[in-house]
Structure formats: C-alpha cells, structure tokens
C-alpha cells in the first residue's frame, strides 16, 4: 500500500502568489517524521522542512509552513511569496520510527512558477 | 561545511557490467543511506549504512550491494547490469542520533544510464 500519497502531479503559480502542495499518509506507528523536500531540474534533493507527529505546533521555515492534520493523516506544504527559483519537484517523505532510516516518498509535484 | 558528495557524477555503461558508486557523507554523518529514482517507480530505498554495517534494506535484488569504509564513506555496487537499472542513485547522509528530528541530507546524484 502506499504510504506517502501526493495527488497533484503538477501545479502552476503566479510568482508572489502562494501554493498549497497536497500530502496525505498512512502510518499505524504513533512515532514517525515527515519530510518535505526539494528536487531542481539538477537533481539533487534539497531538504525543506521537517514535522513529528508528536509536534504540537505546525512546523514553519522561512517561506515554507507545514499545516499538519494528524487526524486526517495530512501534512501539506504551504510556500508563501512564491518565486521563480520555486520551480521544481517537491517530495513528501516519512520516516515511521527513530531507528528506521528508511524515508518513504510521494510520487512528487512539481511546481512552475509563472512570473 | 561540504554538504554530501557523490562520485561520478554521470556514467554509461553496457548491460552485463558492473558499476561502482561513490558517497562522500557531511563531516560528523555517520549514516549513508542510498535510493534510487526512476521515472517508473519514483524514488526507493535501497539500504542504509551505519558503522560499516547493513542496518536496513529495500526491496532490491541481490546485484545491488554497497558497503560502507570506517571514515563512513560509502560505495555501492550494482553487477551485471540491465536496462532497467538506469536510474538516478541518491546517497543521503545523517547523524543516526536516534532522535526522530534526524534528517537525511542528499547528494547530487549519480546519472547512470545502461545501453
């Protein structure tokens, strides 16, 4: 079964504007850690922001916040104030215990921003 | 601080071959885990390293091995080669504290391609 479902393949947004990026996953552990990250048409994988599931707070780095639904099982990406150096792939990721180093990714979204 | 390095950056290669992948981890990582993307199957796991031992492993065949060196450099090894194993192969870096805030730090990538 999948574990880390994003729904929106691809996503157009007008620079300054702000995008919603879609994650929901599926975990029975009560211990794991959420991931987003950023993949430039480069390749490398930039991380972004980082949620436990025992945060109370929904976590927040610069531009990017978290809004973090544990009941429903999502974990969205909010980029505020979106840029052209925005455009890329973004990843959602989980990792289901401490000790497990195994990060479990979404399909992807990728995002264009339109100046 | 150098972030994580991986070596070569690109190689072809013919199917039957064998093929050597390197990864620098970020000074102070001790864990090195390794992933592979494909258009097809999205980004998965391979394995993880930590103190030169195999802590984890995907569902991969057994042509797919690494190793990892006391300083906790890594190599992976991919022999007798098929068209199906080009792919981008990320080495991600982390402390291995234990803690579930641990987050894994990537690489550029290594784009090999099997003709």
């Known amino acids: 079964a999948q574990k880390i479902t994003q729904t929106q393949p691809g996503m157009f947004v007008q620079e300054k504007e702000a995008v919603t990026l879609d994650c929901t996953y599926d975990?029975?552990?009560?211990?794991?850690?959420l991931f987003w990250y950023k993949q430039p048409s480069s390749g490398e994988m930039i991380f972004l922001i980082y949620?436990?599931?025992?945060?109370?707070q929904n976590a927040t780095e610069g531009r990017y916040s978290l809004n973090f639904q544990k009941a429903r099982k999502s974990a969205n990406l909010v980029i505020s104030a979106s840029q052209l150096g925005d455009s890329a792939m973004y990843f959602c990721?989980?990792?289901?215990?401490?000790?497990?180093?195994?990060?479990?990714f979404g399909a992807g979204t990728t995002v264009t921003v339109r100046a | 601080k150098a972030g994580v390095t991986q070596t070569p950056r690109y190689l072809i290669k013919t199917r039957g071959q064998q093929v050597t992948l390197s990864c620098s981890p970020i000074s102070g990582h001790r864990s090195v885990s390794w992933y592979q993307q494909t258009p097809g199957q999205g980004l998965q796991f391979l394995f993880e390293?930590?103190?030169?031992?195999?802590?984890n492993k995907g569902n991969f065949p057994g042509r797919f091995s690494g190793r990892q060196f006391s300083n906790s450099r890594s190599e992976m090894n991919v022999s007798t080669l098929e068209l199906g194993d080009s792919a981008l192969y990320l080495c991600a870096s982390s402390k291995r504290t234990g803690a579930s805030t641990d987050t894994q730090y990537f690489g550029p990538g290594t784009r090999l391609t099997v003709l």
């Open positions: 975990t029975s552990d009560p211990s794991y850690g």
């Open positions: 949620q436990g599931s025992y945060d109370q």
């Open positions: 990721a989980m990792r289901e215990e401490p000790n497990d180093y195994k990060l479990s």
């Open positions: 390293y930590f103190s030169e031992t195999q802590r």
